[in-house]
């Protein structure tokens, strides 16, 4: 959704084994072999950390700070990296499982939905059955598949772009069942120089476009009379501070976005609409595998942070928001699903 993010990332431990400064793009050789020998020191069990502290290879603490000494900058919007459906994976078999996994005949909705995890996601639905709405800035997302898919174009943070585009769905499904807000973006900037305008507009698509895109689709199943299933996706960010980079307003808005889906399913309740959270941890998007692409450091300090030692696909949250949205998770309400490889339970 952003226009151009800044990613500043590095790890402080760099400097305590080299002075060279770095610069935006691939770190050096000496800085990439500094990383990589400090980050083992600390987590590799036969160097364990501390072994690192007794030779004061890095200060107390220096891996879980922010640090701004990386520039990286996000590709513009036309520029940004197409994401390709899965191929390999769900479809069409006949092993046994629950009915109540099945979204057939269900309508849903996937905001930020023509690439990355929205995309993903939705193949997902489509493949338990469902049919699928597809809503994004971008208006091709070049989705065409049975069951019935249609793309719609709204601006999340706009009341009016929202309605319009609720009542473009109803007309061409005749109805909506289900809700996932996958609409996002982040931006990395530290907070003192962090431009007010630029959090606004990110509060404005995270949390108003979340907000919006639900009470539009309550008012619509409370009219019906209808059950229904929301999904909204935050991010580990929302209850943890990531590191090395510095992401204040984005840690914020997504921990709104967090406790909004708990108190809209207690206040939706009453009229039978579930209202939950996935909070995935870092995903290898294709926009994410770009950056780390050009900064392999970062995603060393990244995984060496995940009890799994890797990041997650975005296959890895079709399983969960299938599970979330079909009646599998009737009595499941007001819940936040981590999916972040046990990241935040360390």
């Not at 469902?130 to 719609?152: F, Q, S, Y």
């Not at 009016?160 to 996958?182: F, N, R």
Request: proline residues 5%; glycine residues 10%.
């Amino acid at each position: 959704m952003a226009s151009r993010s800044i990613l500043r990332a590095s790890s402080q431990a760099l400097r305590s084994v080299t002075t060279a400064p770095i610069r935006t793009g691939k770190p050096s050789a000496l800085a990439a072999a500094a990383s990589f020998h400090t980050t083992r020191a600390l987590f590799d069990g036969k160097n364990g950390s501390s072994n690192s502290q007794k030779n004061n290879q890095l200060p107390p603490g220096s891996l879980a700070r922010t640090d701004e000494s990386i520039t990286v900058e996000y590709p513009e919007e036309g520029e940004l990296p197409s994401s390709t459906p899965v191929t390999g994976r769900g479809g069409m078999h006949s092993k046994r499982t629950l009915a109540s996994f099945s979204l057939e005949g269900k309508t849903s909705v996937v905001t930020g939905g023509a690439r990355g995890l929205g995309l993903v996601m939705g193949q997902g639905l489509v493949i338990s059955g469902a049919n699928l709405a597809i809503v994004d800035m971008n208006k091709n997302p070049g989705a065409t598949r049975v069951p019935k898919v249609t793309a719609h174009f709204a601006d999340v943070s706009d009341a009016d772009s929202v309605q319009g585009c609720i009542e473009g769905i109803i007309a061409e499904h005749g109805k909506i069942d289900s809700l996932v807000t996958s609409a996002g973006f982040t931006e990395n900037y530290d907070a003192i120089n962090y431009p007010i305008d630029r959090m606004r507009k990110l509060w404005n698509v995270n949390v108003d476009g979340t907000f919006l895109f639900a009470i539009s689709v309550a008012k619509h199943l409370m009219e019906r009379k209808a059950a229904g299933s929301m999904v909204f996706i935050g991010s580990m960010s929302g209850s943890i501070v990531n590191v090395p980079q510095p992401q204040a307003p984005y840690n914020a808005a997504k921990a709104a976005v967090r406790h909004m889906a708990s108190s809209l399913a207690v206040e939706w309740a009453h009229a039978g609409i579930r209202v939950n959270c996935i909070s995935p941890g870092y995903m290898l998007t294709a926009l994410t595998q770009k950056i780390l692409d050009d900064n392999p450091d970062l995603k060393r300090q990244w995984t060496s942070l995940i009890p799994q030692g890797k990041m997650g696909q975005p296959v890895d949250l079709m399983g969960p928001v299938t599970f979330l949205l079909s009646d599998a998770s009737q009595y499941v309400t007001g819940a936040d699903l981590r999916v972040d490889g046990g990241y935040t339970v360390t």
